[in-house]
């Protein structure tokens, strides 16, 4: 190799890429970071709306309870090492205000994506790193189990030490693409089956409803039994819906498609149980006897909906408050509390902001993210099989394992790590 190898070769500069190669350029290292794309960040930029929700706040044991107890063993070590407040203090120390939602999301107060971003960027610029914008890259070489380098459109790389961190398959607009399954295979990983995560569900309903938000609603998915809840906002779209409590169930039910048919259904008043809501109809009824009971109903769901609210509760909309018989009033509390909204038609994994599925993480060493198939190779962000859900979970997870694969790798390069 010539002197002018790098020490370390990162490849793909979304949230795990960025971190790795800094991570590893502050210890020393010589990195180079090889994007495809003409700007670094693509996924981050999206994240949010725009927006950046940067991670999510709490203790790191209540983070790590939100993703699968395999996930989360795995990620445990990573996100003590690289915390929440870390990844804030990073932003925080360039000047970016942030913010914690009551839900626990952390934001940028005034800026955006764009701001956290060009922050990262400037770790990057600091540290030394050499960014390389419109490579892509077409292999990992290796020989006899062991990296040598990589083969991208500027030509070959030869390195001894290769963070892979090209993300998974979600979005492809942003170069996720997929690039890094063949890759890996070939080296002689397990590739997981790859699903949909945090996506929009294809459903039949009224185009009328393109637009309509219900707030607060819980969404339950069923396969007979119920199989997934969330509960926040609902947005529906033109294809079907979208929003929190619909990216929230999405992973289970693509992965519950494979067994058979899934029927979504919503909650549309979750703050009162079942017998708060009967009483409240009888209140206003009491109240209220000559007055639509349509108009209770809009007090709960949007004016464009209320309809379709009373034809699955084949309920006379035309009935005043105090006619309702009793047949019909329980009809109807019994859609409010569970509105049938159809069946899944897809959900589509070209529009998730992540993918489940992905490396088996029982392949990867989750104290070093040093591949345990190939010596040499690191593996960080969304090409291992991990999927959090909504709310920041899945930027800390990319963050940190980025943080600790560039940290190994850099260590290793220069001769005091593995």
């Keep these: 190799m010539s002197t002018n190898t790098p020490d370390v070769v990162v490849v793909g500069a979304g949230a795990a890429g960025i971190l790795a190669a800094w991570r590893a350029a502050s210890l020393g290292a010589k990195v180079v970071l090889l ?29 790590l309870h939100a993703f699968r107890p395999n996930e989360a063993q795995f990620l445990k070590s990573a996100c003590y090492r690289f915390k929440n407040t870390d990844i804030v203090a990073m932003l925080e120390a360039k000047g970016l ?10 934001f940028p107060v005034d800026g955006t994506a764009k701001d956290v ?18 490579s892509p ?11 040598t380098g990589v083969s991208s459109a500027t030509g070959i790389v030869e390195c001894g030490r290769v963070v892979l961190s090209v993300g998974g398959m979600s979005y492809p607009k942003t170069g996720t693409t997929g690039d890094g399954y ?26 009328s409803w393109s637009g309509v938000a219900l707030r607060d609603c819980v969404l339950k998915a069923r396969q007979g039994k119920e199989v997934a809840r969330w509960r926040g906002d609902l947005l529906f ?28 259904e919503v909650d549309v008043t979750p703050a009162l149980p079942h017998e708060a809501l009967t009483a409240a109809v009888l209140k206003f009824a009491a109240d209220h006897p000559r007055r639509s009971i349509g108009s209770l109903v809009a007090t709960w769901v949007p004016d464009r909906l209320v309809d379709a609210v009373f034809d699955s509760a084949s309920f006379d909309p035309s009935l005043v408050a105090g006619q309702v018989p009793v047949k019909a009033r329980n009809r109807l509390i019994e859609v409010l509390k569970g509105w049938v909204l159809g069946e899944v038609r897809g959900v589509p994994i070209d529009r998730g902001e992540v993918v489940a599925g992905g490396v088996a993480l029982d392949e990867v060493d989750p104290f070093t993210m040093r591949s345990l198939r190939c010596s040499g190779l690191y593996l960080c962000g969304e090409i291992l099989d991990i999927a959090g859900p909504v709310g920041g979970y899945n930027l800390q997870a990319a963050f940190a394992t980025g943080y600790v694969a560039g940290e190994n790798a850099g260590r290793g390069a220069l001769g005091v790590g593995r």
């Design 97 to 106: 205000e942030v913010y914690t939602r009551p839900d626990g999301r952390i």
């Design 137 to 147: 890259v077409a292999e990992i070489r290796s020989l006899n189990g062991r990296v």
């Design 182 to 207: 063949p890759w890996l295979r070939s080296l002689g990983h397990t590739v997981t089956k790859i699903r949909s995560a945090l996506a929009p569900i294809h459903l039949s309903v009224d185009p």
């Design 35 to 63: 994007e495809k794309n003409d700007k670094i960040g693509i996924k981050i930029l999206i994240s949010g709306g725009g927006k950046c929700n940067i991670t999510h706040d709490g203790p790191m044991q209540h983070l």
């Design 237 to 264: 779209t033109h294809t079907g819906v979208s929003g929190p409590t619909v990216l929230g169930v999405s992973r289970v039910v693509a992965e519950r498609m494979v067994d058979g048919p899934v029927t979504l």
């Design 117 to 134: 971003v060009r922050i990262l960027g400037e770790y990057l610029d600091e540290a030394g790193v050499e960014v390389r914008l419109e």
